[in-house]
């Protein structure tokens, strides 16, 4: 249909322009060019249903992959409903890739049977593609080796020789890079580099940097038990937090002390300590309100991290009424904060209160709460690739509690996309193995639960 079609001329498309009413558009496109719902449906991947109410503003139209679809099958410029050109949305999206959204795992439109695994079967080929390379072979992945910590660990520092030299500002671009290795959860690379790393602070206190030693160590450390608990090495974590926070009492300040006892409140959770875990977060939370020796943004934002860690025990062990009454301190400690800060390598502030309340929900049986709580959540605005993919993770196991196989699924997908290391963990391999039941109805989840090594 071309665009001398009187159709464009008509008093009820330029209404339908005039309010942008991409639905009415599409109808009155489909029906000038003599073409049913159920035809255009078998082109779009969508059923006849879904497209009537779509076309009535019954349900929302904001797919960009459908309005692609539809623009090329009834002839509509491109622009009319809302796409960029073509050939900016190349720039965009060079891969041409299909990402996961909001509104697609949390829309009506995932309810369509046919949309859904035609979406499931290009986002589970993209990831592969983006992951592994278009040409590569699938293998369960490696578990990084952290050898090289339990060496020095046990005091075995000959293994790491002090490169470069320890000086300040080597140490603190030590710490940043361990950091940064998290946040993008490079986690091969961090455990290959944190035992020099941590060499190389401890080595700093002997050239007349105590107090920067203390501290850097102690980070390091603290950087070192978050690793192992996403590698499922609680033993580890163990050791490192309490080298954590015998490095950060022996000279750092105050937010390094409390974020040491936030990581030993984490090692004691998980080895099924949940009382102590709670009070040691709590406790160093209240610790920190007298402390007036550090600035307040950094000191608000490491008490709230402590609150909502302790919240998120206190539901581990299924304390419904303390996990929300945590939940509320960590809520108005945000709230004083006032945005989302990132300091220090962790991130605190009213999204990360919500992700914790996502994992609350949870833990404590509500799926459907859990959820409600993702929707309030745009991932793509969270600060770093391992808060994505937590987002992502914990919105799976939401499904997966739910029942709902395919979101679960769609959820760990764009979890993978956000950090392809963050997946490998026990917990996303365990739903992994249990979505393998769907096979038939989940395309490319067996390459996935590979990807994974949940069939390893």
Known sequence: MDNTHPIWRSAAMRDALAHRDAGAIVRLARRAADITLAELGKQVGYTAASLSRMERGKQPM????????????????????????????????????????????????????????????????????????????????????????????????????????????????????????????????????LPARITLAQALGAHGHSEQAATAVAELYTTATRLCIKLGEDGLAAVTADRALTAALGGADALTVAEAHRMVSSAWRRQGHHARATDVAVTAAQQLTADRTTEITERLSVQGNLYATAAYTAAKQGDRHTAHALIAEAEATAGQLGHDALLRGTVFGHSQVLLHQVSISHLLGDAGQAIEHARLIDPSALPTAERQARYWIDVARAFDQWGKPDRCYRALLAAEQAAPQEVRRGSVQIMAAHLMRHDRTLPGVRVFAHRVGALA
């Open 62 to 193: 904001r797919d960009m992959l459908l309005l692609q679809n539809l623009a090329a099958c009834l002839d509509i410029p491109p622009h009319l409903l809302g796409l960029a050109p073509q050939q900016q949305r190349a720039a965009s999206n060079p891969a041409g890739a299909t990402r996961v959204s909001t509104q697609t795992l949390f829309g009506e439109e995932g309810d369509d049977p046919v949309r859904r695994r035609k979406l499931l079967a290009g986002l589970a080929g993209v990831t592969t593609s983006a992951v592994l390379g278009p040409s590569a072979a699938v293998h369960a992945p490696a578990q990084p080796s952290l050898s090289g910590l339990e060496d020095l660990l046990l005091h075995r520092q000959h293994i790491h020789p002090v490169t470069p030299d320890p000086t300040p500002s080597a140490v603190t671009a030590a710490v940043n890079a361990s950091r940064g290795d998290f946040s993008a959860c490079r986690y091969d690379t961090l455990a290959r580099a």
